[in-house]
């Protein structure tokens, strides 16, 4: 069972340009957290968030949290070449371990 | 900030042998360090959980006698492929966690082992 939806699972944009990306479950989270992937390598935190309705911000990048803890969203402005990669959110068990959505993987063209 | 290993980024093995991948937290202790498996345009999967001092708990589906886990150390564990298919070849990602419980605490990623079993 996929437990996380991510949308688009492919996105390629012009530099400069906007875009949001999509992460969606059908049961509450209790914690949601947000990782880039560039190829060959491992994921890197992005980002985590915990309170429904929370918004972070990181440079460039954006981060909500629905109200009701089931979906979260990822904004990026005025998008860089460097921004490409793999974006993939995660929900965390109590075990402690991640379950991975499928990733949304974006292509910045200069 | 905190630093996993992996050692070797990548391997090419022959059908039918064994491969050992290491993980290494650098500059902490990891009392939990988790492998994933990751298919070409697919995403992480979780194979295992690896507590310091005990056996691993694997996932729904993956063989614990194909896949072996140690975690001898509270900054070292080691994952082996034995009797390696080319159905095995995939890239290997362990992650570490500080010490407790719960989804809270970071996780660190590696940079990933690329196995090719030919």
């Known amino acids: 069972t996929q437990l996380l939806e991510q949308s688009p699972q492919f996105l390629s944009i012009q530099e400069g340009e906007n875009l949001t990306v999509y992460c969606n479950s059908s049961?509450?989270?209790?914690?949601l957290q947000w990782y880039r992937q560039e190829p060959g390598e491992g994921p890197v935190l992005l980002v985590t968030v915990v309170t429904g309705g929370e918004v972070k911000k990181l440079k460039r990048l954006t981060f909500q949290f629905g109200d009701a803890r089931k979906d979260s969203s990822l904004h990026i402005t005025a998008a860089q070449p460097g921004d490409t990669g793999l974006y993939l959110c995660a929900k965390g068990r109590s075990q402690g371990n991640l379950i991975f959505g499928k990733g949304t993987k974006l292509s910045v063209k200069p | 900030g905190a630093v996993v290993s992996q050692h070797p980024s990548w391997v090419i093995c022959k059908s039918g042998t064994s491969v050992k991948i290491e993980c290494r937290s650098l500059d902490f202790q990891a009392t939990t360090m988790f492998w994933y498996r990751q298919f070409p345009k697919q995403s992480l999967m979780l194979m295992a959980t690896s507590n310091e001092g005990s056996k691993a708990t694997y996932e729904q589906g993956v063989e614990k006698d194909k896949f072996l886990i140690n975690h001898a150390s509270l900054t070292l564990s080691t994952l082996t492929v034995t009797s390696a298919h080319p159905e095995d070849s995939s890239f290997y990602i362990c992650s570490a966690r500080v010490g407790g419980r719960g989804w809270a605490l970071e996780q660190y990623f590696g940079p990933g082992t690329r196995l090719t079993v030919t």
């Open positions: 049961s509450v989270f209790s914690s």
